[in-house]
């Protein structure tokens, strides 16, 4: 089914139709061979090329080979969390095409860690990372995340702790300095080298791109005491600054797309000058285009996550932003993508605060 026609329908009904198609193999394959310049050398571990699918999509595992064999360089999947839940009431999934945006409310739905933990043993041809949640209706949750890392660590080649979407209640207070030291402080007791591998799965952190700026500086300086070895910039916002689609607007939940790019770039740039660069950075939020992607790891992403903009622009997406990557290297003295990392990070971080 082609990517208007899916569009036309409910986008959660879409979204299921995007899954059972991947499994049977109806999609595009990428070219076996990539440009060796697109290659990552990232967290202790080798991506073909910088691009990854977002969190959310994947949400079950389902799919993670037949995403590598599109062409990206690595996908998330989850959030899973300790046990299966339903997630929040329907609907709880919204598109603009005027915004060329997502609103969900989507709640953890999920099968829990075994399901994935089932569907991830063997082998994948690329970087799988895992991306960890807390139950709704946990009395725990710094338990539950630490069940994630006890569980999952044979087949995350990463793990994400998502402490920062707005569709679980509470759950963004674990971005606190208090909170965070204290739950990174569990997870590092738990974690352990993988039987599969015999290294330690890299722990990155999601944050919220609502955070107050003042507040930025000592949330790193906590993550990076507590031994984070990277941070996922940004999941979606609660802001509905700028959109003109009212009804749209008007959903509960969290933003993704076109207009979350300037705000989550901005926020990037701020936490690769914080940390110096010295701490590598998913870049993630808004982007559609092959420009947009350039401009995220120019603002300090040294990897970059699609979601909302490949239902959007759908797989020709993936080739378009390839070749701008590769388009921008001809054009200057750098001849490796790290190179481009963070080179116009202080004029994002100079941007009026949105």
Not at 292 to 318: D, N, R, W
């Amino acid at each position: 089914m082609g990517q208007r026609a899916l569009r036309c329908l409910d986008p959660e009904k879409a979204h299921r139709l995007t899954i059972s198609a991947l499994q049977m193999g109806l999609f595009p394959r990428a070219s076996q061979t990539e440009d060796p310049r697109l290659t990552q050398e990232v967290l202790g571990l080798t991506f073909k090329n910088p691009i990854g699918m977002a969190a959310g999509f994947d949400k079950n595992a389902e799919v993670a080979s037949q995403l590598i064999e599109m062409g990206f360089g690595f996908t998330e999947v989850g959030t899973v969390t300790p046990r299966p839940q339903p997630g929040n009431d329907q609907p709880r999934l919204f598109r603009s095409e005027k915004e060329r945006a997502v609103i969900n409310r989507m709640g953890f739905n999920n099968e829990g860690h075994l399901a994935a933990l089932e569907r991830l043993r063997g082998s994948c041809p690329g970087v799988v990372g895992v991306n960890i949640g807390a139950n709704k209706d946990s009395t725990d949750r710094v338990a539950d995340y630490v069940k994630g890392i006890e569980r999952l660590t044979d087949v995350a080649g990463y793990f994400t702790v998502n402490i920062s979407s707005p569709n679980t209640p509470g759950l963004r207070d674990l971005q606190s300095p208090e909170a965070l030291g204290e739950l990174l402080g569990a997870l590092n007791a738990a974690r352990r080298p993988s039987e599969a591998t015999g290294r330690v799965p890299p722990l990155l952190i999601k944050l919220a791109p609502d955070i107050e700026h003042a507040a930025l500086p000592e949330i790193v300086s906590v993550a990076r005491r507590g031994g984070i070895d990277g941070i996922v910039v940004t999941n979606t916002t609660l802001s509905r600054d700028g959109l003109r689609d009212e009804a749209f607007a008007a959903e509960p939940g969290g933003l993704s797309g076109r207009p979350l790019f300037a705000r989550s770039t901005k926020f990037l740039a701020e936490l690769y000058l914080l940390t110096e660069g010295k701490l590598p950075l998913i870049g993630v939020g808004g982007i559609d285009s092959g420009a947009k992607a350039v401009e995220k790891i120019e603002a300090g992403a040294s990897l970059i996550q699609l979601y909302t903009g490949m239902v959007f622009e759908g797989p020709a997406l993936l080739g378009e932003i390839k070749s701008a990557i590769l388009k921008r290297l001809d054009e200057g003295p750098q001849k490796r993508l790290q190179a481009l990392v963070g080179v116009s990070a202080t004029d994002w971080a100079d941007r009026l605060p949105l």
